[in-house]
C-alpha cells in the first residue's frame, strides 16, 4: 500500500478510500470523456480572448482582492507581451450526475480547475487497490469491470511535450509546491513518469523562486542556477499561498518569464468561477466555437443553471430567486481548494448582509445538483469504518498543447470519482472529506 502515503507533517499515511467502487452509468461517464477535449480547447480560447476576460471579470475585480490581484499580473503581461507562444494546459472537469424527473441521471459540470488540479497521481494507483478488494471479496466479474486509468502518465506526456519543444535539454520541469505539502505523493507518480522520459524534474517553492531566481536578458527563468523551461504550479491557486508580497513578486515574475507555464495567468483566470457562469450564457458558447454547433451542444448540455450576481436588474432576480429557494442552489465565491460554498439558510444570511451593495458581486449562484446517493464505507486513518449515504463526483483530466496557432497536443487523459458522506455539502479529498474512489460502468 505504499502508493497510498501521503505525508502531514513528520507522519506519512495513506490516502483514504471507499471500500467498493461506485456504479456510474456507462453513458454519462462516455460523454464526460468525450466531451474533454472541448473543454481543452474552450478554456484555451477563453485564454486567448482578453475582451470576454476583461469584460467577464470587470465586476469581481472591484470586490474581490485576491482575483484583482492576478488579473493584475494577467495585465501587466499583457503590456509587456507575451514572452512564449508555447501553452501547457492541465486541467480537471468536474461532475456531478443530477436526478432527472424521469429516473435517469444527466451529467452536469460542477466546475472546471485549471491550476493545480489535482489527484491525477493517485487515481493512476486505484485501480489495482479495488481490483484487489473485489479479489479477496470473490466479487471477480465487477474485479474485471474495474477500468484502468492512467492520468500521472498523460499528465506527464503534457508536461513532456511541452518541456521539448521549450528546446533546452538542460532545462528542468519545476514543480512549484507549498511549504508543508500533503499531497506529495499525488504529485510524485506524475514526476516519475517524467523522469523516466529523461525529463529532469525540480521542486521549489514560492520563496525559493523569490530569493534564487531571476530573469536574464531573454526573460529565461533561472532558479538555483538552474534554467527553467516549464513552471507547473501546485501551488498558488488560493490567497493564502501567497504569504508575503515577495510571493506575488514572484508569481509575476514567472509569468513574465520565458518558461511554459502550467496554468499560465490568463488560463488561471479561465478556470474561475466567474467565467464558469458568464460562459452559460446564451449566445457566449458560439462566440468561441461559431462553426461548430455539434461541439457548442456538447459542452452546453454539461451546464447547470448558472447566475450572475452583478449589479442590475439581472443581478436582483438571482437574489430574489436565492431567497425564495435557498435549497436549491449554491452560492459560490471567487475560491478553490473545497469547504468556500455557501448552502441553505446560510446562503439567506449572507444574502441579506450583501443583497445591495456591490459585494454580493464577488459571488455567482449555482443551481445545487441532486445525484442519488449510493451506499459504501469510507476508509479514511484515523475514523471508524462506517457504511454511509455518499454521493460522488467525476473529474476527468484533460491536457493540451498549443505553440502559437498550432495545437499540438489535446487529449483525454484519464479520470477520477471522489465519494463523500452526503452529510457533507462540500469539500474534496485535500479537505478531508471525499475520499478516492473507482467507477463501475454499468
Ligand atoms: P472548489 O474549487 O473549491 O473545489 P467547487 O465548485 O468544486 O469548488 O465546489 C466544492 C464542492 O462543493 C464540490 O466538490 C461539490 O461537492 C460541492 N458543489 C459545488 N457546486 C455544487 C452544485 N452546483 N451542486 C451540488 N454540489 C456542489
Ligand atoms: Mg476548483
Ligand atoms: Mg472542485
Redesign the pocket.
Known amino acids: 500500500m505504499n502508493a497510498w502515503k501521503c505525508v502531514c507533517s513528520q507522519v506519512a499515511s495513506y490516502a483514504p478510500f471507499t471500500l467498493f467502487p461506485t456504479r456510474v452509468p456507462s453513458t454519462v461517464f462516455t460523454q464526460a470523456l468525450t466531451v474533454q477535449t472541448h473543454f481543452n480547447r474552450l478554456v484555451d480560447r477563453v485564454s486567448q480572448n482578453p475582451s470576454f476576460l476583461e469584460e467577464s471579470l470587470a465586476s469581481t475585480i472591484k470586490v474581490d482582492d485576491f482575483t484583482a490581484r492576478l488579473f493584475n499580473i494577467y495585465k501587466q503581461v499583457q503590456k509587456e507581451g507575451r514572452a512564449q507562444e508555447i501553452v501547457l494546459g492541465l486541467n480537471r472537469s468536474?461532475y456531478?450526475l443530477d436526478q432527472n424527473p424521469d429516473g435517469g441521471t444527466s451529467l452536469k459540470q460542477?466546475?472546471i480547475?485549471t491550476i493545480a488540479a489535482s489527484f491525477g497521481g493517485l487515481a493512476s494507483q486505484t485501480p489495482d487497490v479495488h481490483r484487489h478488494i473485489l479479489k479477496v471479496a470473490n466479487l471477480l466479474e465487477e474485479q474485471n469491470q474495474i477500468l484502468d486509468n492512467n492520468p500521472a502518465a498523460g499528465l506527464a506526456r503534457g508536461l513532456a511535450k511541452a518541456w521539448e519543444l521549450y528546446g533546452t535539454e538542460s532545462a528542468v520541469v519545476m514543480f512549484l509546491v507549498e511549504d508543508l505539502q500533503r499531497n506529495i505523493y499525488d504529485h510524485r507518480y506524475i514526476e516519475n513518469e517524467l523522469w523516466k522520459k529523461n525529463v529532469p524534474v525540480i521542486r521549489r517553492r514560492f520563496v525559493d523562486v523569490s530569493r534564487t531566481g531571476h530573469l536574464d536578458q531573454r526573460r529565461r527563468l533561472f532558479v538555483d542556477g538552474k534554467e527553467i523551461a516549464i513552471v507547473y504550479f501546485r501551488n498558488g491557486y488560493m490567497p493564502q499561498n501567497y504569504t508575503s508580497e515577495q510571493s506575488w513578486d514572484a508569481r509575476l515574475m514567472m509569468e513574465r518569464s520565458l518558461a511554459v507555464k502550467c496554468p499560465d495567468i490568463s488560463t488561471h483566470l479561465a478556470g474561475t468561477?466567474k467565467v464558469q457562469q458568464e460562459l452559460a450564457r446564451a449566445g457566449v458558447l458560439e462566440r468561441f466555437f461559431p462553426d461548430e454547433p455539434e461541439t457548442v451542444a456538447q459542452i452546453r448540455a454539461t451546464f447547470?443553471g448558472l447566475y450572475t450576481l452583478d449589479m442590475g436588474e439581472e443581478g436582483d432576480k438571482t437574489v430574489a430567486m436565492a431567497l425564495a429557494n435557498p435549497d436549491q442552489y449554491?452560492l459560490?465565491p471567487q475560491?478553490?481548494?473545497?469547504?468556500?460554498?455557501i448552502y441553505g439558510q446560510e446562503i439567506c444570511k449572507v444574502l441579506e448582509k450583501v443583497k445591495n451593495s456591490s459585494e454580493r458581486t464577488a459571488y455567482i449562484l449555482?443551481?445545487?445538483?441532486q445525484p442519488v446517493p449510493s451506499q459504501n464505507y469510507l476508509v479514511q486513518p484515523g475514523a471508524p469504518v462506517k457504511l454511509n449515504d455518499c454521493?460522488s463526483?467525476l473529474g476527468v483530466f484533460g491536457a493540451y498543447v498549443r505553440k502559437g496557432k498550432e495545437m499540438v497536443l489535446n487529449e483525454c487523459v484519464g479520470h477520477l470519482l471522489r465519494t463523500?458522506s452526503s452529510e457533507h455539502?462540500?469539500?474534496?479529498v485535500a479537505a478531508g472529506v471525499?475520499v478516492l474512489d473507482n467507477p463501475l460502468l454499468f
Open positions: 468536474d456531478m460542477i466546475e480547475n468561477k447547470a449554491v459560490k475560491r478553490e481548494g473545497g469547504g468556500n460554498n449555482m443551481d445545487k445538483i454521493l463526483e463523500k455539502a462540500d469539500g474534496g471525499a
